[in-house]
């Protein structure tokens, strides 16, 4: 008997490090899809790639949590006290950000419940809806995929000039956040470029009012030669 039971022990421990392990496979090929998607649709100003970069860490993590503590209540209640005295600080500026982590949890704790099946439905699900999404609104607007920031630090350029700059120079523009700080007045604009020449008439406009402003450009998407 207690050979038999040695044996059987074996084989289940087996088998659970067997699903574990193919569980852990499946989140991480699936929030390496959600970041691939992220980048290609996503429509948040921050740099998304660095952003999603973040994606499978957070899946795997999330998965090994669940995975542990789902056999024990005396270890879940471990893990309730151990986040309470843990204070996160994330810098989330956009809701579609906050979407995209909640949807990479999702995974990891669909993995770590050891329920691939209804997990990758729902993802394949949601991916698909976010794709027709993306289509649509692509379709009804310009693709905005450039983001920019310009920090007035002087009274000599106003808000007004530097919006009519942009918009000069620009096929689409979109002002997405203006803040005023101790460095000056921020603007943040995302913009349709596919031309260089775009961003450098812009930065040389705004310098010739004004040599103090700093400007920034991010090409999101990397199209720009």
């Given at each position: 008997m207690e050979?038999k039971?040695?044996?059987?022990d074996?084989?289940l421990?087996l088998?659970?490090l067997?699903?574990?392990i193919?569980?852990?496979l499946?989140?991480?090929?699936?929030?390496?899809?959600?970041?691939?998607?992220?980048?290609?649709?996503g429509?948040?100003?921050?740099?998304?790639?660095?952003?999603?970069?973040?994606?499978?860490?957070?899946?795997?993590?999330?998965?090994?949590?669940?995975?542990?503590?789902?056999?024990?209540i005396?270890?879940?209640l471990?893990?309730?006290?151990?986040?309470?005295?843990?204070?996160?600080?994330?810098?989330?500026?956009?809701?579609?950000?906050?979407?995209?982590?909640?949807?990479v949890?999702?995974?990891?704790?669909g993995?770590g419940?050891?329920?691939?099946?209804?997990?990758?439905?729902a993802?394949?699900?949601?991916?698909?809806?976010?794709?027709?999404?993306?289509?649509?609104?692509?379709?009804?607007?310009?693709?905005?995929?450039?983001?920019?920031?310009?920090?007035?630090?002087?009274?000599?350029?106003?808000?007004?000039?530097?919006?009519?700059?942009?918009k000069?120079?620009?096929e689409?523009?979109?002002?997405?956040?203006?803040?005023?700080?101790?460095?000056?007045?921020?603007?943040?604009?995302?913009?349709?470029a596919?031309r260089?020449?775009?961003?450098?008439k812009?930065?040389?406009?705004?310098?010739?009012?004004?040599?103090?402003?700093?400007?920034?450009?991010?090409?999101?998407?990397?199209?720009i030669?």
């Amino acid at each position: 008997m207690e050979i038999k039971d040695l044996l059987l022990d074996y084989h289940l421990e087996l088998t659970d490090l067997n699903n574990f392990i193919l569980n852990a496979l499946l989140a991480a090929l699936l929030s390496w899809i959600l970041s691939v998607f992220y980048r290609r649709y996503g429509q948040s100003v921050s740099n998304r790639r660095l952003f999603s970069q973040n994606f499978m860490l957070l899946a795997l993590s999330t998965m090994l949590i669940i995975y542990i503590v789902k056999s024990s209540i005396a270890l879940s209640l471990g893990l309730v006290g151990a986040l309470s005295i843990v204070r996160f600080r994330a810098a989330i500026k956009e809701p579609e950000e906050l979407t995209y982590l909640f949807l990479v949890i999702g995974i990891g704790l669909g993995m770590g419940a050891n329920q691939p099946a209804i997990t990758i439905i729902a993802f394949l699900l949601i991916i698909a809806l976010m794709y027709l999404q993306a289509r649509a609104r692509k379709g009804k607007a310009y693709d905005l995929n450039r983001h920019m920031v310009v920090t007035i630090s002087s009274a000599q350029l106003s808000e007004t000039a530097t919006n009519d700059i942009i918009k000069r120079n620009f096929e689409a523009v979109e002002l997405r956040r203006m803040s005023q700080g101790a460095q000056g007045l921020v603007m943040t604009y995302l913009v349709e470029a596919d031309r260089f020449d775009q961003v450098a008439k812009t930065k040389t406009s705004l310098l010739e009012l004004d040599e103090q402003v700093e400007f920034s450009f991010v090409d999101n998407k990397n199209m720009i030669g």
